[in-house]
């Protein structure tokens, strides 16, 4: 790969800045995107998820894995979110989960529930806003309101907004799927996968943010040049298997998908993560596209919410709120990395 314009060769150099002093600012006021998650020393520090309750199958919880008995609320823009909706459509959940989708742009309200293309009103509780299923969860919650939520209807309550826990309760307590879906949390893989899912969201799920959200030069490039470090293993990684663990899709390639597939459509630009793209991966990129291209997984792709969601959502980011035309992605094109099938390793 040749390097982009003004960046170092050898990829683990960056070029260092110093942050500005007050006057650089021009006069300007700077303010953090959510002051009450930023550190004195510009790091953003995501608040930790408010609702762990579990559902089980082996009915030791309240929460038993009844179809129809939860919904999921999401945001297409958001990939915390849509996490849990590509296991729900691998796992072959759609008749036992219900889902409803928010409007992708939110202000200082939270996310609303409204009537447009690809989102929805509340057809569960007539809520509004996603504020009222936290407040009826909990009078005394003042965090910030976040998806996903999988809400419970019987007792009329947040079960989990943990994304992690939603996939793994997916995977492991609901049986609609039955034989043939996906094993995306396998046992023998457990130690490995657990790892390097860690090392994923750190640097590169919540990396992307950490550098976006910073709030000083500093605890921008720590973040910036941490993900795309980890970019490059990965990448490296890819070069002689198909999927992360080999010839098995598992939880970790679906968690990298979410961020990847976001990354040249906003994080590249909006966050400042702009090393390089990940169409200038060839393993990425194809990986990117192979993930893709897995039945049902396009049609949970929104680029339109996306882009609205963080140009028009990240005031103090984007305070123009102007949207960017491009950049033109096409994630249908062939990608032959089915052909790294036959020789790859599945194990860690």
């Not at 609205?308 to 094109?333: K, W």
Request: with cysteine.
């Amino acid at each position: 790969m040749q390097p982009l314009q003004g960046i170092p060769a050898t990829r683990n150099k960056f070029i260092a800045l110093q942050d500005p002093p007050p006057h650089a600012h021009c006069g300007m006021t700077t303010h953090a995107q959510f002051p009450e998650e930023n550190r004195g020393d510009g790091e953003f520090e995501r608040q930790e998820d408010a609702f762990r309750d579990w559902v089980r199958a082996d009915g030791s919880t309240p929460y038993a894995a009844t179809p129809g008995r939860y919904q999921l609320y999401v945001s297409l823009a958001c990939p915390w979110a849509h996490r849990t909706l590509i296991v729900r459509r691998l796992k072959r959940l759609e008749s036992a989960i219900g889902y409803t989708v928010v409007d992708p742009v939110r202000d200082e309200r939270g996310w609303a529930f409204r009537e447009g293309p690809g989102l929805s009103q509340d057809p569960v509780n007539g809520f509004a806003f996603l504020s009222e299923a936290y407040r009826a969860s909990n009078p005394g919650f003042r965090g910030r309101w976040t998806v996903p939520v999988l809400w419970d209807k019987q007792t009329k309550r947040i079960v989990n907004n943990s994304e992690d826990d939603i996939c793994r309760m997916f995977n492991h307590e609901f049986s609609a799927g039955g034989p043939g879906t996906p094993d995306l949390f396998p046992a023998d893989l457990t130690a490995a996968q657990n790892a390097l899912s860690q090392l994923i969201y750190e640097r590169v799920n919540n990396g992307v943010y950490r550098a976006g959200f910073a709030s000083s030069q500093a605890a921008y490039e720590r973040a910036a040049k941490r993900a795309f470090e980890t970019l490059d293993v990965l990448e490296a990684r890819l070069e002689n298997r198909r999927f992360l663990f080999g010839d098995r899709m598992v939880e970790s390639d679906w968690r990298l998908f979410c961020t990847l597939v976001r990354f040249d459509a906003v994080y590249h630009g909006h966050f400042k993560c702009n090393v390089r793209r990940i169409v200038d991966y060839k393993n990425l990129q194809g990986y990117l596209q192979d993930l893709y291209q897995t039945s049902g997984i396009s049609e949970t792709v929104n680029f339109d919410h996306i882009k609205r969601h963080y140009y028009l959502t990240h005031t103090e980011i984007n305070p123009t709120q102007i949207i960017p035309i491009g950049p033109v992605l096409d994630l249908a094109l062939p990608h032959a990395r089915e052909t790294l099938s036959r020789t790859t390793n599945s194990r860690g």
